[in-house]
């Protein structure tokens, strides 16, 4: 039986980055993933450039922007190894990068950049790597954990599981880790997808489909809770930058609220249009600011037939509410196949927050998405994967 200091279950963000940083201290350590390849959702991540942080993924800028069960609890780790931090050593690597839309931080070049770099320094820190490999079982021993591997068994003294949610099984995704949790005494809070896109009822996806393809800035919300981005019409339903962040918010049953004029002046629009231009429709005007083929359906849903010269203050009135408060009732979402990530999952009551320990055992550690902690679309679950590997792989 080989034995190591640290096994790490799972190669991707955050399993590489505790490997990392437990053998700069020393440590023998052992990552282990079934995939072929390392780093799998960081190669597709960004539309394969990968959005590796976010400059406001901090303690005070991100601090409503990790959901979980304690909101607070990932403000340890995230003041410990910031954006910055992480930016550094891309710096070092020299690997170039730009700001995208609200402090998104993508790779100019290809995302296996940030998976060469990262696997260059675990070789430099001295950590072994076994891909192809299934986990067979995890058991407590006396000195720590044994883990039974397809060919071999081998022990550490600390385990870290790394594996990561429930989203994008096609990659291999499982619920691996929470099995792990609940075996070791560990709460799991009910998980589900999360930065995914949303799916309605037959008759309303009839209306939505033959927009597939078009995009509008808008402000969707659900509740007290709104996020001003692109959406975008789909064959399924509807999806965007906008419906993905509101996604993680929404709840079976809920509606949605569309504004597709978040920054003002269709009050102006409609009625300088009744005066400037009196014998155009509705639907022709809208499409100075929309794609003709959704001012059209819009249009048609208001239904506003006159020209707008002999549209009333009311008609108006009405379109500007329609326009600006459009509410939707998904009936889902398009699951674990698409969602970026999977919210929910091993409770933080059941985590120690500087180290990702858990309360019962100072060497079992659980971190990255597999923790019941959720950033916002755009480079912060990449940015909790990194800090959340960091924090533990500075004590296993």
């Known amino acids: 039986m080989s034995q190591y200091d640290v096994i790490i279950l799972g190669a991707g963000a955050a399993g590489m980055m505790a490997a990392i940083e437990a053998g700069k201290r020393g440590r023998r350590v052992l990552v282990v993933d079934h995939a072929q390849d390392p780093g799998e959702k960081i190669r597709i991540s960004g539309g394969g450039r990968c959005n590796f942080t976010n400059v406001n993924a901090t303690v005070k800028a991100g601090r409503d922007r990790f959901i979980s069960d304690n909101p607070r609890f990932a403000l340890s780790a995230l003041a410990r190894y910031t954006p910055a931090d992480f930016v550094a050593l891309v710096d070092r690597y020299g690997i170039a990068f730009h700001e995208k839309t609200l402090g998104q931080l993508f790779c100019d070049g290809s995302s296996q950049q940030i998976i060469n770099m990262l696997t260059a320094e675990m070789r430099l820190a001295g950590v072994s790597l076994r891909l192809s490999t299934e986990i067979m079982l995890v058991q407590k021993s006396a000195d720590g954990f044994t883990v039974a591997l397809h060919d071999s068994t081998v022990s550490a003294t600390s385990l870290i599981v790394a594996t990561g949610g429930k989203s994008i099984p096609k990659m291999g995704a499982t619920g691996f880790a929470y099995k792990l949790a609940e075996q070791f005494g560990l709460a799991v809070t009910e998980t589900r997808p999360a930065l995914v896109p949303l799916t309605f009822e037959p008759r309303l996806l009839d209306k939505l489909a033959p927009l597939s393809g078009i995009s509008a800035p808008a402000r969707v919300s659900v509740k ?8 975008l019409f789909t064959h399924r339903g509807l999806s965007g930058p906008s419906i993905l962040q509101i996604s993680s918010y929404w709840r079976e049953g809920d509606a949605i609220e569309i504004d597709l004029f978040p920054e003002g002046g269709l009050t102006k629009l409609l009625r300088d249009a009744r005066t400037e231009t009196p014998k155009l429709h509705l639907q022709t005007v809208l499409s100075y600011r929309l794609s003709k083929r959704l001012a059209q359906m819009l249009a048609e849903e208001i239904g506003i037939q006159q020209m707008m010269g002999d549209t009333s203050d009311k008609s108006i009135a009405r379109a500007e509410d329609f ?28 985590l120690d927050a500087n180290t990702l320990a858990a309360r019962t055992d100072p060497n079992l550690f659980f971190i990255g998405e597999c923790v019941d902690v959720t950033g916002w679309l755009g480079g912060y679950n990449f940015q909790w994967a990194w800090a959340s590997g960091w924090a533990a792989g500075q004590v296993a």
């Open 323 to 350: 326009l600006r408060h459009w509410t939707l009732k998904p009936t889902g979402s398009e699951g674990y196949r698409t969602a970026e990530v999977t919210l929910g999952g091993v409770s933080t009551t059941d």
């Open 224 to 231: 007290k809770r709104g996020f001003d981005e692109a959406l």
